[in-house]
């Protein structure tokens, strides 16, 4: 899954894409940067890899 990190101001490809559920119940997805190991967030459901 790809999310945009702060750190690096590029899209990366999401290490280790947790889901997690926002405190107004919708879902979100945690991982951490590949290039620079900064947590990342993506709102919406965690796609599987096909």
């Known amino acids: 899954m790809e999310a945009y ?9 999401m290490l280790t894409p947790t889901p997690i559920t926002m405190k ?3 879902p979100a997805t945690t991982g951490t940067c590949p290039v620079c190991g900064t947590k990342m967030f993506k709102i919406g459901k965690a796609v599987p890899a096909a």
């Open 24 to 26: 107004n119940g919708k």
């Open 5 to 13: 990190c702060l750190k690096c101001r590029a899209m990366q490809t």
